[in-house]
């Protein structure tokens, strides 16, 4: 079983559409969570990290729920732009330890 | 957030050949991480590059195949030792910063003929 699980997609939504993308984790004692963004043949930048409390950030709002592993990516009012794969990161270990989804393609289209 | 500079950015090379990948870091960093992402999936880590000490490798992955040095707190290398077809790949340098976040290098990808 593997440590963190995502819908390789793709998603392809129209410009202005809401997109969510769910991840699952099976340490339950894993210690924080992040959403990256990876365009193509470029390396992973941090979206956004994952709060118990959930965090809003301008169209992305990211959740976690703790009860059943797994957190949420929400994309509100696509642009082109936001096509990238989409990764979920899971930290465990005080930091040492960082496990990655396979991630989630995104296609947003005109 | 940190600075990584990796290279080389890309490489061609002969099987049973040896490539060395630099990361260097605009700053003291606690924990640096080598990955490595195949066509098409996720990353992997292949290990931790311990200051002053032997890295951490995973699973799967040798000392003798990816040989890493990390002198300092800003300054890691990993090589990629008698490289075959299946070595091709995109290697990743990565930094944690305030042991939380993690920060990649623009990646070095390799293809072997």
């Known amino acids: 079983r593997k440590e963190v699980e995502q819908d390789p997609g793709p998603f392809n939504v129209p410009e202005g559409a809401t997109v969510a993308f769910n991840c699952t984790y099976s340490n339950s004692a894993s210690q924080s969570f992040f959403w990256y963004r990876q365009d193509c043949r470029k390396e992973p930048k941090l979206l956004m990290s994952v709060y118990s409390s959930g965090n809003e950030d301008g169209r992305f709002t990211a959740q976690l729920n703790r009860a059943s592993q797994y957190i949420s990516l929400l994309i509100r009012d696509s642009k082109l732009s936001d096509s990238a794969t989409y990764l979920c990161v899971v930290n465990e270990d005080n930091f040492n330890k960082f496990y990655f989804g396979s991630g989630t393609k995104l296609n947003v289209k005109p | 957030s940190a600075v990584i500079s990796q290279k080389p950015s890309r490489d061609i090379c002969q099987r049973g050949t040896s490539l060395t990948i630099q990361c260097q870091v605009d700053?003291?960093?606690?924990?640096m991480f080598w990955y490595r992402q195949q066509p098409g999936q996720s990353l992997t880590l292949i290990a931790t590059?311990?200051?002053?000490?032997?890295?951490?490798?995973e699973s799967g992955f040798v000392i003798d195949k990816f040989p890493i040095s990390r002198p300092n707190l800003t300054f890691s290398t990993l090589t990629v030792s008698n490289m075959s077809p299946e070595d091709s790949s995109i290697y990743l340098c990565?930094?944690?910063?305030?042991?939380?976040?993690?920060?990649f290098g623009s990646g070095t990808q390799l293809s072997v003929l």
């Open positions: 700053s003291q960093v606690t924990m």
């Open positions: 590059a311990n200051q002053g000490s032997e890295a951490t490798y």
């Open positions: 990565s930094v944690g910063r305030n042991g939380e976040k993690l920060f």
